[in-house]
């Protein structure tokens, strides 16, 4: 059996291991170049604010694109694992009528089962530490310099780094494997897989990464590190303070605005028309110091109001990290003890 199946799977398994390797040398190759060109721009700047900031605003929109079509391919591979080696490898056994040959010779259903499902497994969680290795690698020196755009916590970068891709691609595997078993044609059982997968991948950080841990609850000043900006309606003058997590690569869940008694509003009105909050002086981007919006939070929060945040800090990563995949690796082994039950009991 175990001849018998790296006989069929050593195409596909070429293909995807083939590719990794190619992605592995790109990114060998311009990785330390990306990370050259970030230290000698901030060792150029070293002392002057302003123009690091403006350095590290060109870097970004320099590699931006690259580093989402990075980070894209480590999102889409455990699909591809669940849609062309989960999803087809019984299936195609199943149209053939191949099974029924070897289950009439010495090999049980069981043992045909755990053959397939242990080796083309563990390849597939192999292939998934390999491409999200490679690409946290690469990506090191980005996620330094955008840590407020992109932090590792947000859904995008999360579920491309660190051990989840590993349990993402033994889950998709198992997914592929049960939907086809199911589903017995390989069309529509590669579909129905592409759409689950696709379905949990979406809920799963809306409707349960926020509840691993407990988030945190916090009533805090108005601040450059709890406000990410001001809106000022033109006609009124009334101001309006969109919230951030405090610790910067922060999980924001919830933010808003709450007056002195603790009661949320959704905009500020100015008791006078002059200060640092009015219009003459607009309170505009972030800085330190004398800066217009430090002036004008500094108003604000004498007259009592706060910002009340519910988010998750940076810590989190990978505790979340480790909770979210023993949670898919179970889903996995639940996929895979239903495939023995299956055939075994109910397919013929």
């Known amino acids: 059996m175990i001849w018998l199946t790296w006989r069929q799977f050593r195409l596909p398994a070429a293909a995807v291991f083939g590719a990794l390797a190619v992605l592995a040398l790109v990114l060998a190759v311009t990785g330390p170049a990306i990370s050259g060109e970030y230290a000698t721009g901030i060792a150029t700047c070293a002392g002057d604010t302003a123009a690091c900031d403006d350095f590290i605003e060109r870097f ?156 945190i609850d916090a009533t805090l000043e108005l601040s450059p590190s709890t406000v990410d900006g001001i809106g000022r309606n033109p006609n009124t003058g009334v101001l309006h303070f969109e919230a951030k997590a405090p610790d910067p690569g922060g999980w924001l869940l919830a933010g808003e605005t709450v007056d002195a008694s603790g009661k949320p509003v959704e905009n500020v009105t100015m008791p006078t028309s002059t200060g640092p909050c009015s219009s003459s002086a607009p309170p505009g981007g972030r800085g330190t110091g004398a800066d217009p919006m430090d002036l004008c939070l500094a108003e604000i929060n004498q007259l009592g109001y706060r910002q009340h945040v519910i988010y998750h800090p940076p810590t989190r990563f990978w505790p979340f990290q480790w909770i979210e995949s023993a949670l898919y690796l179970v889903l996995a082994l639940g996929l895979a003890g239903f495939c023995f039950w299956w055939i075994r009991r109910r397919l013929a």
């Not at 391919?73 to 080696?85: E, N, Q």
């Open 60 to 215: 970004l929109n320099d590699h931006q694109n690259t580093f989402l079509a990075v980070t894209a391919l480590v999102l889409l591979l455990p699909a591809l694992i669940g849609l062309f080696w989960g999803a087809p490898l019984f299936t195609r056994e199943l149209e053939a009528g191949t099974h029924r040959l070897i289950w009439n010779q010495s090999v049980t259903r069981t043992r045909w089962l755990a053959v397939k499902l242990g080796i083309t497994g563990v390849a597939a969680m192999l292939a998934g530490g390999v491409g999200s290795l490679a690409v946290t690698w690469w990506a090191t020196t980005f996620e330094t310099a955008a840590v407020k755009d992109f932090p590792r916590l947000s859904a995008m970068v999360f579920d491309a780094r660190g051990v989840v891709p590993i349990a993402y691609s033994a889950f998709a595997f198992a997914l592929g494997v049960t939907i086809g078993m199911l589903v017995r044609r390989s069309l529509p059982a590669m579909a129905v897989t592409l759409a689950a997968f696709a379905v949990i991948q979406v809920a799963v950080p809306i409707v349960v990464r926020p509840h691993l841990l407990p988030s």
